[in-house]
């Protein structure tokens, strides 16, 4: 979990180097000890991307292997929405931009389900 988010694409954020100039060197130790999933804040919306690494969406090479960390904001509870701009990054798998909670349930010992709700119902 961390508070500014490596990857966003809110109001032109993007993977964001003036904000973080290490962040190459955070995700190489996500990557090196396999980190499944990313939680952020910061950023007063929700969005999910794909496994991501250096801006790429990357797949394992066989199933049930290794790919990358999948990145998700989670700041729609927050004081104020931010919104998104229209041209969606390809790593970006889902954006959501109003008032709202996420639940985690965990699923035996090799799943998460991450659910996201409105103001008034769920996602």
């Known amino acids: 979990m961390g508070h ?28 090196k ?5 990313c939680l952020w804040g910061h950023v007063h919306n929700a969005e999910v991307t794909c496994p991501l690494h250096n801006g790429n969406c990357v797949e394992a090479e066989r199933p049930g292997d290794y790919d990358a960390p999948v990145h998700v904001v989670l700041g ?7 919104g998104f701009p229209y041209l969606v990054p390809i790593w970006s798998l889902w954006r959501f931009a109003e008032y709202g909670f996420s639940t985690i349930e965990v699923e035996g010992a090799t799943r998460l389900r991450m659910n996201f709700f409105s103001d008034c119902q769920e996602r």
Not at 9 to 21: F, I, K
């Open 76 to 82: 729609n509870g927050g004081q104020s929405i931010a």
């Open 33 to 37: 000890y396999s980190v499944d999933l």
């Open 4 to 31: 500014r988010p490596m990857y966003s694409s809110s109001d032109a954020t993007g993977y964001n180097l003036a904000d973080g100039p290490w962040w190459a060197d955070v995700e190489a130790v996500l990557i």
